[in-house]
Nanobody, 116 residues
Framework: QVQFVESGGGLVQPGESLSLSCTAS?????????GGWYRQAPGKQRELVAT???????DYADSTKGRFTISRDNWKNTIYLQMNSLKPEDTAVYYC?????????WGQGTQVTVSS
C-alpha cells in the first residue's frame, strides 16, 4: 500500500511564506495521477486549494490564485505547494491528494497556522 508523507507546515506571521511537500513511498508512482492540495479549517468543510494534472496543467481556488503555486516533480515522486503572502484565513490542516479514475490517495495532513 503506497503512502504519502507531507511536510513543511508550521507557524508563520501574515505576509510570510511556506512550502509544503507530499512524497509517495513507492518510486515512480505519481506520474500518471492528478495531484492536488486541500485544506480544512476548524469547523469548516474540506476545500480544494489547487490541482495539477499529469501534464502539468494547474488550477486554483479563487482565494489562493496569485499567491499559491502547485508543482510536481515526478522523478522525486513529490507534489509541492508554495504559499506566499499568507493570511490568517489560510490557517488550516493541508492535505495532499493523488488520484485518477480508479485510485484515490490522501496524505495525513500538515498544520499551517498564520498568526501574528
Amino acid at each position: 500500500q503506497v503512502q504519502f508523507v507531507e511536510s513543511g507546515g508550521g507557524l508563520v506571521q501574515p505576509g510570510e511564506s511556506l512550502s509544503l511537500s507530499c512524497t509517495a513511498s513507492r518510486p515512480s508512482f505519481i506520474s500518471r495521477y492528478t495531484g492536488g492540495w486541500y485544506r480544512q479549517a476548524p469547523g469548516k468543510q474540506r476545500e480544494l486549494v489547487a490541482t495539477i494534472s499529469p501534464q502539468g496543467g494547474t488550477d486554483y481556488a479563487d482565494s489562493t490564485k496569485g499567491r499559491f503555486t502547485i508543482s510536481r516533480d515526478n522523478w522525486k515522486n513529490t507534489i509541492y505547494l508554495q504559499m506566499n503572502s499568507l493570511k490568517p484565513e489560510d490557517t488550516a490542516v493541508y492535505y495532499c491528494r493523488v488520484w485518477d479514475s480508479g485510485d484515490d490517495y490522501w496524505g495525513q495532513g500538515t498544520q499551517v497556522t498564520v498568526s501574528s
